[in-house]
């Protein structure tokens, strides 16, 4: 019988990372009672978020793994739509605050934080479900972002599995994507979260 970690490393990597993330993939980080100004505070965190890891990712190589990279890696104009109809000023986009990052991000990486991309995506029409019993105006003019796969989530989804299981090129690095996407998914937590404290909209 081969030993329990040889057994795990040659799993797939999605159903890897996904074991390996249960404990830190948050799908309730915007959940209860919500008013207008939690969701475009949600929004604004999420802005600040996509604004910074599109551009770390599109300066990576994840386009030789995942062929249609380029199409998933546009949240953040969509995010952009859903906040000025939430009555921010396209002025105010340049000057919100966004998620830090101190390196680049190697090819192994780059996967990880795709993986925490695209589940969060893929959670976006369940959430705006939930949201439209509770704010459905603002849900029909601003979830963009929420619906931006629409019925074809779970299509791009198992694509990305089919990609990321397939990749020749990711080899023995399976671990650093999965530490990545580990580290992804505790820092977006932080930084949706980490404005829950405060009593105002930064706008």
Known sequence: MPHANVAQRTSPLMVRLRDATAMVRDRELLSGRVSWLDYRLYLLRMYGFHATIE????????????????????????????????????????????????????????????YVVECTTLSGKQLARHLARQIPAEIQSASAYLG??????????????????????????GDRVIA?????????RAWVLGAAGASTSPL
């Not at 859903?82 to 990486?109: G, K, Y």
């Not at 931006?148 to 990305?160: F, N, V």
């Open 55 to 114: 551009g770390l990712l599109k300066s990576s190589q994840v386009a030789t793994v995942i062929p249609d990279a380029g199409m998933r890696n546009h949240k953040t104009a969509l995010l952009a739509h859903d906040l000025i109809a939430l009555h921010v000023h396209p002025r105010e986009l340049a000057q919100l605050p966004r998620m830090t990052f101190t390196a680049s991000l190697a090819l192994p990486e780059a996967l990880g934080w795709t």
């Open 148 to 173: 931006c796969y629409g019925d074809e989530a779970p299509e791009r989804w198992r694509e990305l599995g089919v990609a990321l299981d397939g990749s020749e090129q990711i080899g023995c690095d």
């Open 180 to 188: 990545a996407a580990r580290d992804g998914f505790l820092q977006l």
